[in-house]
């Protein structure tokens, strides 16, 4: 099932530091079947407060996204961007499809 690795980040400091950690994580989703599905955007709030940028990640399944963030490749640079922005960051499955909403009650059911 497919896999996202979703962050936001308030504010980043567009730096040397974060214009690296931008060269080199394409390279290090490769690997793992990542793919940017949503990458720095504007974003259009309905509901609440959602100050910066948005980013979305797709991968084959959950494994392969957990593999990624845990790889050496991207340990390496994942300081870049910590000491440079403030955010969340989360890995979640994705749903089986076709899905519906109330689909989520037979699971709770189980």
């Known amino acids: 099932m497919t896999a996202y690795a979703i962050a936001h980040?308030?504010?980043?400091d567009l730096n040397h530091e974060?214009?690296?950690y931008?060269?080199?994580i394409d390279a290090t989703l490769e690997p793992f079947g990542g793919q940017f599905l949503v990458h720095g955007a504007q974003?259009?709030?309905l509901e609440g407060e959602w100050p910066g940028a948005a980013v979305v990640i797709s991968?084959?399944?959950?494994?392969?996204?957990?593999?990624?963030y845990d790889s050496p490749a991207?340990?390496?640079?994942?300081?870049?961007?910590?000491r440079n922005s403030t955010g969340s960051a989360i890995l979640?499955?994705?749903v089986q499809l076709p899905h519906a909403a109330t689909d989520i009650l037979a699971a709770e059911a189980s």
């Open 9 to 12: 980040f308030p504010t980043v």
């Open 18 to 20: 974060v214009v690296e």
């Open 22 to 24: 931008l060269q080199r």
């Open 43 to 45: 974003t259009h709030v």
């Open 59 to 68: 991968f084959p399944d959950l494994a392969s996204a957990q593999g990624w």
């Open 74 to 82: 991207y340990q390496a640079i994942l300081p870049l961007r910590l």
């Open 92 to 94: 979640v499955e994705g």
